[in-house]
């Protein structure tokens, strides 16, 4: 049976507000991405992130992360599919030598 607890709100360990945990939805979620604290340095220097939501039932999480020119992001894994969009700017992997 799914977890039917309610959302509560969560701050991070500086007490920036969390977005609410995304139970069940039932109608469409938006997000104003304007009012999510942008957490710094998270994976590493000059690697952002906003949580947009977070799926705990269905082990998902959107984040949009922002990254200052010139940032490396470190060697990594996912534990299940990851989907990617560019915004703006753009990134290749460095572990492949063919991009341009």
Known sequence: MPNTTSPAPATTSTGAELPL???????????NESGIPLIRDT??????IQVLRLDLEHNEWVVLVTFAP?????????????E??????????KEYSDQP
């Open 21 to 31: 945990l995304a139970i069940p939805q039932k109608r469409l979620l938006t997000v």
């Open 43 to 48: 994976v590493a220097p000059g690697i952002h």
């Open 70 to 82: 010139g940032t490396s992001l470190p060697l990594h894994y996912h534990t299940g599919p990851a």
């Open 84 to 93: 990617v969009y560019t915004l703006k700017g753009r990134w290749r992997y």
